[in-house]
């Protein structure tokens, strides 16, 4: 069928918007129209060649939600017709995979960056030319993608599912390492490194959960607002030890949990060394390669973990349904968080997110 997405013809360039052909969904897999699709950090990256096993041009994309359109054989958990959002890939046989940990399959790499499904076909293509997709096994920057049925959530009917895409993300990266990975009690302390959208959904859940106080520490003074609407007790402008001081100040010694999404060695530094004994520090925050952060070794002597987590230790199908209704109760108001564009206008959406002018993008294609 003929398509429309957005291509990265060649490593580091714009976007483009071409007509492409697309193959039918085949033995496990979904074929659905996107309605919209969030964009993430990792669709920039994708863009400017930080994934070495990533071949051109490509459609990236990963935050993808719309209606089924069409199931491949053997699927019977999803019908024609329902609203969906598509989340992360993964195996379903490795040891993480058999442990009910699915975000760290040992096999993510290659399905979320080799361009291909896993038995190295591509389904998108121009000109007879092969158009490198299966970007989180979706490609979602298009009007139609293919997922594996396993990667696809069902929403409840009511859903708004033209925002809903950064939920297969983003958001549930930020709002499970709380919930799933802290698991927080009411009137525990957490502080937040950098309140995008990853950062801003781990505050709403730590809201939900009745942490106490929530404090948010970023750069843009914008951020700290929006921190404070969405419930922050404190917002507080990164500045290194100072910060860390009012933090030991308002927390009585340091907090419980600390989140860092920034990738930033000094930042993650500093959410470890906010920690009071006993205390937990969560890395959601993606670094190249190479990339190195230091910390005192007394700070684990203290008790204190300091652990990564990935798409917040995520089960979508149970995770995603269950912050949709948060979401539909006033409880996760994501849609605080989005801006909307047309897919004609991605590259100022990517532009945005790159200077903090959207927190998170949502790009919607013209009915």
Request: aromatic fraction near 6%; charge should be negative.
């Given at each position: 069928?003929?398509?429309?997405?957005?291509?990265?013809?060649?490593?580091?360039?714009?976007?483009?918007?071409?007509?492409?052909?697309?193959?039918?969904?085949?033995?496990?897999?979904?074929?659905?129209?996107?309605?919209?699709?969030?964009?993430?950090?990792?669709?920039?990256?994708?863009?400017?060649?930080?994934?070495?096993?990533?071949?051109?041009?490509?459609?990236?994309?990963?935050?993808?939600?719309?209606?089924?359109?069409?199931?491949?054989?053997?699927?019977?958990?999803?019908?024609?017709?329902?609203?969906?959002?598509?989340?992360?890939?993964?195996?379903?046989?490795?040891?993480?995979?058999?442990?009910?940990?699915?975000?760290?399959?040992?096999?993510?790499?290659?399905?979320?960056?080799?361009?291909?499904?896993?038995?190295?076909?591509?389904?998108?293509?121009?000109?007879?030319?092969?158009?490198?997709?299966?970007?989180?096994?979706?490609?979602?920057?298009?009007?139609?993608?293919?997922?594996?049925?396993?990667?696809?959530?069902?929403?409840?009917?009511?859903?708004?599912?033209?925002?809903?895409?950064?939920?297969?993300?983003?958001?549930?990266?930020?709002?499970?390492?709380?919930?799933?990975?802290?698991?927080?009690?009411?009137?525990?302390?957490?502080?937040?490194?950098?309140?995008?959208?990853?950062?801003?959904?781990?505050?709403?859940?730590?809201?939900?959960?009745?942490?106490?106080?929530?404090?948010?520490?970023?750069?843009?003074?914008?951020?700290?607002?929006?921190?404070?609407?969405?419930?922050?007790?404190?917002?507080?402008?990164?500045?290194?030890?100072?910060?860390?001081?009012?933090?030991?100040?308002?927390?009585?010694?340091?907090?419980?949990?600390?989140?860092?999404?920034?990738?930033?060695?000094?930042?993650?530094?500093?959410?470890?060394?906010?920690?009071?004994?006993?205390?937990?520090?969560?890395?959601?925050?993606?670094?190249?390669?190479?990339?190195?952060?230091?910390?005192?070794?007394?700070?684990?002597?203290?008790?204190?973990?300091?652990?990564?987590?990935?798409?917040?230790?995520?089960?979508?199908?149970?995770?995603?349904?269950?912050?949709?209704?948060?979401?539909?109760?006033?409880?996760?108001?994501?849609?605080?968080?989005?801006?909307?564009?047309d897919f004609a206008d991605i590259n100022q959406a990517a532009a945005d997110a790159t200077n903090g002018a959207a927190i998170k993008p949502v790009l919607s294609w013209p009915e």
């Amino acid at each position: 069928m003929e398509i429309t997405a957005a291509v990265v013809p060649a490593r580091g360039e714009p976007f483009e918007i071409q007509t492409l052909d697309l193959a039918p969904p085949r033995t496990g897999e979904v074929l659905v129209k996107i309605a919209a699709s969030g964009m993430c950090h990792t669709d920039l990256h994708a863009r400017d060649g930080y994934f070495s096993n990533l071949p051109y041009p490509v459609v990236p994309g990963h935050e993808g939600a719309g209606i089924v359109a069409e199931l491949g054989a053997g699927v019977t958990d999803l019908a024609v017709g329902d609203k969906v959002v598509i989340s992360f890939p993964f195996c379903g046989k490795c040891e993480p995979c058999r442990a009910d940990h699915p975000a760290y399959c040992t096999e993510a790499r290659v399905l979320k960056s080799s361009g291909r499904r896993p038995d190295g076909i591509t389904p998108m293509s121009r000109v007879g030319a092969p158009v490198y997709s299966c970007f989180f096994q979706q490609s979602s920057f298009a009007t139609y993608a293919i997922a594996p049925a396993t990667n696809v959530v069902r929403l409840r009917r009511d859903a708004p599912v033209e925002i809903l895409g950064p939920l297969g993300c983003g958001l549930q990266t930020g709002a499970g390492a709380v919930f799933n990975v802290m698991q927080s009690r009411p009137g525990q302390s957490i502080a937040i490194f950098g309140v995008g959208g990853v950062g801003l959904a781990a505050l709403m859940a730590a809201k939900v959960a009745e942490c106490d106080p929530i404090i948010a520490v970023d750069l843009l003074p914008s951020r700290l607002t929006l921190a404070k609407e969405l419930g922050a007790t404190h917002a507080l402008e990164s500045k290194g030890a100072e910060t860390l001081a009012e933090i030991r100040q308002v927390t009585g010694g340091g907090v419980h949990f600390s989140l860092e999404t920034s990738a930033v060695p000094s930042v993650f530094r500093l959410a470890a060394d906010a920690l009071r004994s006993m205390g937990t520090c969560v890395l959601v925050g993606s670094a190249r390669a190479g990339t190195e952060a230091s910390f005192e070794m007394p700070v684990l002597q203290g008790g204190r973990v300091i652990r990564g987590v990935i798409q917040g230790d995520s089960r979508p199908r149970e995770f995603i349904p269950r912050l949709v209704d948060l979401f539909l109760t006033g409880q996760f108001p994501l849609d605080r968080l989005v801006t909307r564009y047309d897919f004609a206008d991605i590259n100022q959406a990517a532009a945005d997110a790159t200077n903090g002018a959207a927190i998170k993008p949502v790009l919607s294609w013209p009915e």
